[in-house]
Nanobody, 116 residues
Framework: QIQLVESGGGLVQPGGSLRLSCAAS????????MGWYRQAPGKPRALVAR???????DYVSSVKGRFTISRDNAKNTVYLQMNSLKPEDTAVYYC??????????WGQGTQVTVSS
């Protein structure tokens, strides 16, 4: 079992920044991929960013150059630094861990609202 706990969401003005954190615990040795998804009202959950096996980030085009995914192995934590936030970034953000082709885990989600 793996537990994922997100933090760092909130209300921010357009152009502002937030950093999301995802702390993983449990059988973390079995994780081979971690990333962030988001779900806006009335829309399906969609990938935002994920760590590649080489340790770099893979991003959806709408956030490239604005968001950065990183990890701290000592803390078993993955981060999503979000800069130049736009109203269309408003969503619930979920941390995701892939263990195998059919086994995955999700965090509880954290709300990000970008509004003036």
């Amino acid at each position: 079992q793996i537990q994922l706990v997100e933090s760092g969401g909130g209300l921010v003005q357009p152009g502002g920044s937030l950093r999301l954190s995802c702390a993983a615990s449990g059988s973390i040795f079995s994780i081979y991929s971690m990333g962030w998804y988001r779900q806006a009202p009335g829309k399906p959950r969609a990938l935002v960013a994920r760590m590649t096996s080489g340790g770099s980030g893979d991003y959806v085009s709408s956030v490239k150059g604005r968001f950065t995914i990183s990890r701290d192995n000592a803390k078993n934590t993955v981060y999503l630094q979000m800069n130049s936030l736009k109203p269309e970034d408003t969503a619930v953000y979920y941390c995701h861990a892939q263990v195998s082709a059919i086994v995955e885990y999700w965090g509880q989600g954290t709300q990000v609202t970008v509004s003036s």
